[in-house]
C-alpha cells in the first residue's frame, strides 16, 4: 500500500458512520427505556419473555441463510452449473479479500440479489436469473459486490441484534392478553376489584410497548437504510467504478416500476417525441413518509451518492 | 403546468432555448483535457415535418447565411432526412467554436422562422482515446445537455448502450454543462449520420 494519504474517495464516509452511531444509540435508549418501564412496574414477568425471544433470535440467526433462501427459492449453483457466474464472484471476493461465498440462484425475472449468512466464511450470495440477463456484466458484477459488502460489514448480524428487542416488545404486545393477568394482577375479569394500581400499569406497559415498538421501528429502518449506503460505497471501491453501480441501480429500478421508475429510456428520441406528448404530468414519486419506512434508500439518493464518489475519484485523479 | 391548463386541457408551448448551447463551446476544453474525448467535426440538428417546399427555400438561406458567416474557418453542411421522417442539417468543421457558433446562428434562424415546436435535439459528436464514438445531444424543449454513448463494439441489432459512462460523463460535466437532471429524457438516437 503506498503510505502517502489516501483520496477523500477512499476514506470513510464519517457523516454515514456518525449518522448509523446515533441511529444505534437511540434504538439501545429506546431498549432500555422501555426494559426500564417493565422494571418499574413488574419486577418478574419479562425474564421468560427474554429467554423466549433469545431463542428465537438464535434460531433465526443459525438458520436464517437456509430460510432466506429457501423462501426465495433460491437453489445453491455448483462451479460446474454456473461457470461465469463463479468466476465473477471469485474474482470479486478475492479482491474484496474474502473468502468465496456459496452462490445460489433464484429462477425469477426481477433483476435481484441478496446475501445471508452468519460470518464471512458462513455466507450465500444468491443471484435472480432476471439480474444475470438484463443487466450487463460491469454492472452485475456491481451488484454482486454490493451484496459481498454486506457480508464483510457483517450486516445479517448488526440488524439481528438490532431487531432484536424489538421482536421482544412485539411479544409482549401479542402476548399482553396472556400475560396480562399474571403481570399486574388487574386485568380482565378481575380488574376492579381490589388491586388498584394494576389496570393502570398494563395501560402504561402497554403504550409504553406501542411507543417502543414505532419509535424502534423506524430506527432499525432507518439503520437498515445506511447500512445500504455503506454497501453502495463498498461496491464501488471494490470494482473501482461507482457509476456501474449506479447505473445497474437506475436499469432495476426502471425494470421493476417501469414508467415510475428511474431509468435511462431505450427508446429512439424521435420515435419516443410522439408519446412524450402524453406523459407531461411525471409518474407521482414516493414522498418523504414512504421514505422512513422503506429498508432502502431511494435510487436517486442511492446514484446522487455514487455520483459524488465518482467526482471525488476524478478529482483525485487530477490532483496527481 | 397549472391547474386551470390542466383542466381545460391546454399545453403553453414549451420555450425553446438555443441560448445554453454555447456552454458547449467551453465544456468542449475540458471534455478534452480531462476526458481526452476529441470532437470529430461533425454536429447536427435534427426537427421534423417540414414540407419539401419551405425546407429548399430554408436550406438556400441557410447556405447563404453561411457563406456569409464562414470567414476564417469553413463550415460545410448537408441536408438529408432520415428514415424516420426527421429533417437533418450536419455540419463539419475542423474548428469547433465555429461549429458551435453555427448551430446556434441556424436554431436561432429556424426559430425565427417560426419552426421552433419542430426543432428536436442538436447533437455534437466526439471519439475518446480509444477511437470510439461519443456523442452530446441538446435537447432544446429542456434545454439541456446528456452523454449518449453507444456500445460500439457489439455490431448486433440490440442498440445497446454504455449507460455507465454516460452516467459517468454526466456527473464529471455537471459543472460545464447545464445537465438534463432526469434520466428519463437521457434518450438515444440510433442509426446516426453525423
Redesign the interface.
Known amino acids: 500500500m503506498l503510505t502517502r494519504n489516501r483520496p477523500s474517495w477512499y476514506k470513510p464516509d464519517n457523516g454515514l458512520a456518525a449518522r448509523m452511531v446515533l441511529t444505534m444509540f437511540l434504538l439501545g435508549a429506546i431498549y432500555v427505556g422501555f426494559v426500564f418501564v417493565l422494571q418499574y412496574f413488574f419486577n418478574v414477568g419479562f425474564i421468560p419473555l427474554l429467554l423466549i425471544a433469545v431463542a428465537i433470535a438464535a434460531i433465526q440467526f443459525f438458520f436464517s441463510d437456509k430460510i432466506a433462501l429457501a423462501s426465495m427459492g433460491a437453489k445453491e449453483v455448483s462451479e460446474e452449473e454456473a461457470p461465469d457466474l463463479h468466476a465473477m464472484i471469485a474474482r470479486l471476493a478475492a479482491q474484496a479479500n474474502l473468502p468465496k461465498p456459496r452462490i445460489a440462484i433464484i429462477d425469477t425475472n426481477l433483476p435481484n440479489a441478496f446475501a445471508t449468512g452468519r460470518s464471512k466464511n458462513d455466507a450465500v450470495v444468491a443471484v435472480t436469473t432476471g439480474a444475470m440477463r438484463e443487466l450487463p456484466a460491469p454492472e452485475l458484477e456491481a451488484v454482486l459486490a454490493h451484496e459481498l459488502t454486506h457480508i464483510i460489514n457483517r450486516d445479517m448480524l448488526v440488524m439481528t441484534v438490532a431487531t432484536f428487542f424489538s421482536m421482544v416488545i412485539s411479544l409482549i404486545v401479542q402476548n399482553m392478553f396472556w400475560f396480562g393477568g399474571g403481570f399486574g394482577g388487574g386485568y380482565g375479569r378481575r380488574s376492579g376489584n381490589n388491586n388498584d394500581g394494576g389496570g393502570g400499569a398494563i395501560i402504561i406497559v402497554i403504550l409504553a410497548s406501542v411507543i417502543a415498538y414505532v419509535a424502534s421501528f423506524i430506527l432499525i429502518r432507518t439503520l437498515s437504510r445506511y447500512r445500504e449506503l455503506a454497501a453502495d460505497r463498498g461496491a464501488a471501491l471494490i470494482t473501482g467504478a461507482p457509476q456501474n453501480l449506479a447505473s445497474a441501480l437506475v436499469h432495476i429500478d426502471g425494470i421493476i416500476h417501469g414508467q415510475g421508475g428511474v431509468s435511462i429510456p431505450k427508446k429512439d428520441f424521435r420515435q419516443a417525441e410522439a408519446v412524450n406528448a402524453l406523459f407531461i404530468v411525471p409518474a407521482l414519486k414516493g414522498d418523504e413518509v414512504a421514505s422512513l419506512f422503506s429498508t432502502h434508500p431511494s435510487t436517486e439518493e442511492r446514484v446522487a451518492r455514487l455520483n459524488e464518489m465518482q467526482r471525488q475519484m476524478e478529482q483525485a485523479h487530477y490532483n496527481g | ?1 397549472g391547474f386551470f391548463d390542466a383542466l381545460f386541457g391546454r ?1 403553453k408551448p414549451v420555450p425553446v432555448g438555443p441560448e445554453r448551447l454555447f456552454a458547449m463551446s467551453t465544456a468542449q476544453v475540458a471534455l478534452e483535457s ?1 476526458q481526452r474525448l476529441e470532437p470529430t467535426g461533425d454536429a447536427g440538428i ?1 426537427f ?1 415535418g417540414i414540407a419539401s417546399g419551405p425546407f429548399g427555400l430554408l436550406q438556400a438561406d441557410l447556405e447563404q447565411l453561411l457563406k456569409m458567416a464562414g470567414k476564417d474557418e469553413q463550415v460545410t453542411m448537408k441536408s438529408f432526412e ?1 428514415e ?1 421522417n ?1 429533417r437533418w442539417f450536419v455540419f463539419t468543421s475542423p474548428d469547433f467554436q465555429s461549429l458551435v457558433a453555427t448551430i446556434h446562428i441556424v436554431s436561432q434562424t429556424l426559430i425565427e422562422k417560426g419552426y421552433d415546436t419542430q426543432l ?2 442538436a447533437i455534437f459528436a466526439f471519439k475518446n482515446a480509444d477511437g470510439k464514438p461519443i456523442y452530446w ?1 441538446y435537447n432544446y424543449k429542456r434545454g439541456t445537455f446528456y452523454p449518449f454513448v453507444p456500445q460500439s463494439d457489439s455490431h448486433d441489432k440490440t ?3 454504455n ?6 460523463l454526466a ?2 460535466m ?1 459543472k460545464e454543462l447545464p445537465l438534463e437532471k ?9 442509426d446516426l449520420q453525423v
Open positions: 403546468m399545453r480531462d435534427c421534423r432520415d424516420l426527421y428536436l435535439f445531444i442498440r445497446q448502450r449507460n455507465p459512462e454516460e452516467m459517468r456527473t464529471v455537471e432526469d434520466l428519463q429524457f437521457w434518450y438515444p438516437v440510433w
